[in-house]
């Protein structure tokens, strides 16, 4: 934010006063001197509103940085509950898996035996070929019964037409099954029937009937999913292709094994993540540290000696220098720690070698926003910078806001009183000048009648 600029007076000063007498300047320079004396004032005004300004400025770029660092440290607490494990697959064709929060990190096999299918059905042909499946149908009734295997449900279209009746099943049994039109005529000579497919797979049959009776030509039964896991010579049927192989590890059978041949799924422990994220938290915190630094020293900015940068500085050191308790639980035992310039930096090699044989005391350090370790201590710390109510940055930010506001109404104030004086002046000025100029004209014609009188005796005696 720029300062408040002073007016120059001095234009207006020459402008408004136009002076007739001899006196006139020597009038001017009397009025250019007391306003410019009663404009001091807002020299001194302005330099401390540009320091104020400077200020804010400062404190808003040392706002984005710790709002940067805060967002790092948020982005880290995504990583630790979405990604801490990886899974791999050794035969991507055959199975795919996703891992999620309360997974473990292990080997697991399963063998697709079967994919498993889905139940379907077409509808009988109409008394004729239904042509315009919006205006006619298959049945005349507005209430039938759907079934599937043994779970029946009553369907109310709306009317009698065919896409009527599809909206009807998606809409009451969507649960169920998938309804859609299928023409089995010419593109010419349609003939559309309803077709029907099952949400689940398994092998129950699939009937709609109406008064006269069931509406399906043609069934065809599905067949449940069924595979094998860790070796065991049971099999698991499913009514899903998607399955739950142990807590927070899920499959997606892709298609059948061989007989035989398991697909081994690893779940391990993933620093890669966690690595980005300490990453990013360790530039974050290095822009911090060098927004702080311009305002030390002689040459140091418009912060320079206030007690905020050194409570800022404190808030640092506390999250460079964190601990759980012990040396082995400290960030610097996981690769993340300061150098000579005071600058954080992740030794990737320290992290995935520590991770490797202790991840689960990494998890314990690293902790999160809300139940302990570094994340809560970082969250807690950095949120308080940002309190509407209470916050260091925050607080500073709305006294200098206040401040500025109040300086810029007193220049405001003063403005005005300098204008009044000049005014004032001007006016009086003009009238002494006045004044002088009918004196100077009195003068003149006196002046003119000795000399006149003077020259007519001079001649009269000669």
Known sequence: MSSTVIPSLSSSISSSFAGVSKFSTSLQSVLNRAVGIAALPLQSLNAGLTTLNERQSAL??????????????????????????????SDGSIVSA??????????????????????????????????????TGITSGLSLTL????????ITPASTSLSSLVDAINSQA????????????????????????????????????????????????????????????????????????APGLTVNLLSQSAAGIATTITVANNTTGIASGLNSLARAYNSAIDALAQHHGESGGALRGESLLLSLSGILHRLSSYNNGSPQSSLAAFGLSLDKAGHLSLDSATLTA?????????????????????????????????????????????T???????????????????????????????????AIAQLENQVSYVTGLFASYNGTKTSNTL
């Open 60 to 89: 808003q770029s040392l706002e984005a940085s710790f709002l940067s660092l805060q967002q790092s440290v948020t982005s880290l607490q995504n990583v630790v509950k979405s990604n801490t494990l990886s899974s791999s697959v």
């Open 174 to 245: 969507s649960d169920q099954v998938q309804a859609t039109l299928v023409n089995v005529g010419s593109t010419s000579s349609p003939d559309y029937r309803l077709s029907l497919r099952a949400i689940k797979l398994g092998a129950g049959s699939i009937d709609l009937k109406d008064n006269s009776g069931s509406l399906i030509g043609n069934a065809t039964a599905g067949a449940f999913a069924s595979y094998k896991v860790s070796g065991l010579a049971t099999s698991i049927t499913s009514d899903s292709r998607t399955v739950t192989l």
């Open 147 to 154: 079934q599937i295997g043994s779970t029946s449900t009553t």
């Open 354 to 398: 520590a991770a490797t044989t202790h991840f689960s005391s990494l998890l314990t350090t690293l902790g999160t926003s809300t139940t302990g370790g570094f994340l809560k201590t970082a969250t807690d710390l950095l949120g308080a910078l940002e309190d509407p109510t209470n916050g260091l940055i925050k607080n500073e930010e709305s």
């Open 98 to 135: 996703t891992v999620a929060t309360g997974a473990l990190a292990g080997t697991y096999s399963i063998e697709v035996e079967n994919l498993g299918s889905f139940s379907s059905a077409v509808s009988v042909a109409g008394a004729t070929a239904v042509k315009d499946p919006s205006a």
């Open 400 to 434: 200098v806001s206040t401040a500025i506001t109040s300086q810029k109404k007193k220049m405001a104030d003063q403005q005005t009183n300098v204008a009044a004086l000049q005014t004032n002046l001007t006016a009086r000025l003009a009238k002494a000048d006045a």
